[in-house]
């Protein structure tokens, strides 16, 4: 790059269509959207709906529909509330309270289709926080085993230990030892407490 040359992004401010300019790292974090604070301002009183529209994406060919807003950690999308206190809302929960009806204290919304930032209100659906659990079971997305980071076996091991166990060789003791692991983890896991899901 020439000395002296722009880094900087051509953006279209949201509420006044002015173009600007900005630093990627901005828009990364999520900047970029307004070209000053007085625009900021502005998008915040533009109702929450129509600010919702503006980031409804693509559909996809199984029907989801697509946040291409902002998306939190867990890759669902957040919108801002627009009201004081400033706070971020969940996109999905949004679609849902637009679309379907309000949700009542106490419920989540989950997804069909299991995609978080899919805001397709047919995809939508309440439960509680165990219901969202036993879903989470049921797709078999919860993490166990080795995608546990704190996990110091692996499934091999598991039933490397369980086989010598089984021959009769060797104590849960002697097993803790032999594999660096707490007493109550060698035990946990030869008596399935612990990794059920390897055979």
Not at 18 to 46: D, E, Q, V, W, Y
Not at 60 to 72: M, S, V
Not at 159 to 187: C, M, P, W
């Amino acid at each position: 790059m020439l000395k002296g040359q722009s880094t900087k992004t051509a953006r279209q401010c949201l509420v006044c269509g002015k173009t600007f300019l900005i630093h990627p790292r901005h828009i990364k974090l999520g900047g970029g959207k307004m070209c000053s604070p007085a625009c900021r301002n502005r998008h915040r009183t533009i109702p929450l709906e129509e600010r919702f529209f503006r980031y409804v994406g693509s559909i996809t060919a199984a029907g989801c529909i697509l946040w291409k807003g902002l998306t939190n950690a867990d890759g669902y999308g957040v919108i801002g509330s627009g009201i004081r206190p400033w706070r971020n809302l969940i996109a999905s929960r949004v679609s849902y309270e637009l679309f379907v009806a309000i949700i009542p204290d106490g419920l989540s919304v989950l997804h069909h289709c299991d995609n978080p930032p899919c805001i397709n209100p047919a995809h939508l659906f309440l439960g509680t926080t165990a219901d969202n659990a036993a879903d989470k079971v049921a797709k078999g997305r919860q993490l166990r085993g080795e995608s546990l980071a704190w996990s110091r076996l692996t499934e091999e091991r598991v039933r490397e230990i369980r086989e010598r166990h089984k021959a009769g060789d060797v104590t849960f003791r002697q097993l803790a030892e032999l594999y660096g692991i707490s007493f109550n983890a060698i035990r946990c896991a030869i008596r399935r407490h612990t990794w059920r899901h390897v055979d």
